[in-house]
């Protein structure tokens, strides 16, 4: 059978998106959406029919569907798409959860013009907006101080020498943008020993970045560089992940809802198991934010990815999963937001756990906080 050229899957790719009879099932777009973010990284053409395409989806009415399109619009890092996002920004018709990941998606472009507006967005009626306008205009500044360059610079040594190790190169190429950059671990030494050093996580800095996370006189954004140190930390694995999973589910109880919807994303990232009587908790817990709710169901929907005998020895787990997924896609009484993630995430569940699919859909660290 012939491959169809990239042009003619970027056509079929928008009919799916850009279906708003609401005849192509969400899980679907969202796959498609995906796949245009992966065609956009291929040529500069296709760079722009991927921010042209996404910025007409917005005409939907899902806002699940409408947060995806800006988050995926800031991971594709380029200035173009940010009328688009401010656009967005400045419709106060647009529900919160899409304005907020407009203004996080500036901040990943972190294109210093946008300083202006996100600084009028930090007055928005809405909290969870002006706290990403905080964190955004905060990110932007970082990335571009004397800190945030050499911090560029030596993340930029570390992956070539991962990519000439043979090492983690695919994988960090595909490494999302955080809304604020992870805490270095020098920062909690008294001094690096070296640059290698200076980049490494393990277990024993656990205590310090946890007291940075539930530390409430410090500022957000200094929150948020201790979650994604904590998320480091989990990604080496073993007793210091789940360490560090503990320590950010202690970060649950925080009165931000935006800073707990992140911690719900970063177990969606992790996929850890540890994580997962929290993240049922919060799904089950009908008093909390639609937006965190809607995180933690994500989070759910990319837990079972291990190979086949850990499965099995997860069984019970992941049919607690299931059912709680269900339970939630099923209520009607549920916000329409919380319902539709948990449809996303039994998509997920399903097509990660089909012996028959050679592709996983995007790992969880590619939908949107
Ligand atoms: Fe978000
Ligand atoms: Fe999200």
Known sequence: MPVPSTTSNMESLEKSLCDFSGSTPLDQRFRSLFTI????????????????????????????????????????????????????????????????EAAEAMGAISDPTVLPV???????????????????ISKITFDNSSEGQALKASKAQAKVAEEQSGLGGVESAFKPIDPAPAMTPAASKEAAKSQADSMSYD????????????????????????????????HGGGEGAVQAVLALAQGLKDGS??????????????????????????LNDANEHEMVRHEAAEALGGIVEEGEEEQEAKSGDFKLVMDTLKRWAEDMEAPRVVRESCVVALDELAYNNDPTQFHRVEAPTAVAA
């Open 257 to 282: 809802a935006l800073f707990r919807h992140e911690i719900c994303f970063v177990f969606g990232e992790l996929c850890h198991p540890a994580s997962i009587p929290s993240m049922i908790q919060v």
């Open 118 to 136: 996100l600084e009028q967005y930090r007055n928005d009626g809405d909290v969870s907006v002006r706290e990403t306008c905080e964190l955004a």
């Open 37 to 100: 973010k992966g065609l956009a990284a291929t040529s500069d053409e296709h760079m722009q029919r991927a921010i042209s395409i996404i910025s007409a989806a917005f005409s939907d009415d899902s806002a699940l569907l409408k947060h995806e399109l800006a988050y995926v619009l800031g991971q594709l890092e380029d200035s173009r798409a940010l009328p688009t996002l401010k656009g967005v920004l400045e419709d106060l018709q647009q529900d919160a959860m899409v304005r907020h």
């Open 203 to 234: 277990a024993t800095q656990v205590p310090l970045f946890r007291e940075a996370l539930l530390n409430t006189n410090l500022s957000l954004f200094e929150r948020y560089r201790a979650m994604f140190a904590l998320r480091n930390v989990a």
